[in-house]
T-cell receptor, first 111, second 115 residues
Framework: GENVEQHPSTLSVQEGDSAVIKCTYS??????FPWYKQELGKRPQLIID?????GEKKDQRIAVTLNKTAKHFSLHITETQPEDSAVYFC??????????FGTGTSLTVIP | GAVVSQHPSWVICKSGTSVKIECRSL??????MFWYRQFPKQSLMLMAT?????????EQGVEKDKFLINHASLTLSTLTVTSAHPEDSSFYIC???????????FGPGTRLTVT
């Protein structure tokens, strides 16, 4: 099966700075990569996703980049705000309904 | 948007008892649902895939006789933790794809505490 690794496990940034979270995957057949934000005790919420035919996607302060050759993808959050503090998960999908999740990154934005 | 609900949101039970957790897709039909387990500050670990009208598919290391899954209808899947022990205490989350894999919706989770 697919194996997704995520780094760093914890990340602290000053408000207004950028945050970058990186994930690698093992199966080159994976072709869909969503990112989820999870606040404590709540459900994961999809914040952005990218398909394998695209190298970059941006939505306001959030962007995701994908390098298929290297099998890694990254989440970029610019102009961070305290409400961005949460746990972020990357995931990879091979084409069916099953998703393989990264280990999560706990992001803290310091006011 | 599509909604997936879970019930209960929090349950405390005594060791040795069984607990049933429900996962419902409120405005769409889900022939497949997924059950995850999440420990504090850790990732979601897929436990099993629930299939409407057939047996669930369990991930390696998950005891099927302990975690009973029943996909009774196109909108309901249940997870029963049998003979619960304190080590079963965790956050259990279900998810369901709405139409395609690109639309994966998560339930709000159920926090199980076994005393």
């Amino acid at each position: 099966g697919e194996n997704v690794e995520q780094h760093p496990s914890t990340l602290s940034v000053q408000e207004g700075d950028s945050a970058v979270i990186k994930c690698t995957y093992s199966d080159s057949a994976s072709n869909y990569f969503p990112w989820y934000k999870q606040e404590l005790g709540k459900r994961p919420q999809l914040i952005i996703d990218i398909r394998s035919n695209v190298g970059e996607k941006k939505d306001q302060r959030i962007a995701v980049t994908l390098n298929k050759t290297a099998k890694h993808f990254s989440l970029h959050i610019t102009e961070t705000q305290p409400e961005d503090s949460a746990v972020y998960f990357c995931a990879a999908n091979l084409g069916g309904n099953q998703f393989y999740f990264g280990t999560g990154t706990s992001l803290t934005v310091i006011p | 948007g599509a909604v997936v609900s879970q019930h209960p949101s929090w349950v405390i039970c005594k060791s040795g008892t069984s607990v049933k957790i429900e996962c419902r897709s409120l405005d769409f039909q889900a022939t497949t649902m997924f059950w995850y387990r999440q420990f504090p500050k850790q990732s979601l670990m897929l436990m099993a895939t629930s299939n409407e009208g057939s047996k669930a598919t369990y991930e390696q290391g998950v005891e099927k006789d302990k975690f009973l899954i029943n996909h009774a209808s196109l909108t309901l899947s249940t997870l029963t933790v049998t003979s619960a022990h304190p080590e079963d205490s965790s956050f259990y989350i279900c998810s369901a794809p709405r139409v395609t894999r690109y639309e994966q919706y998560f339930g709000p989770g159920t926090r199980l505490t076994v005393t």
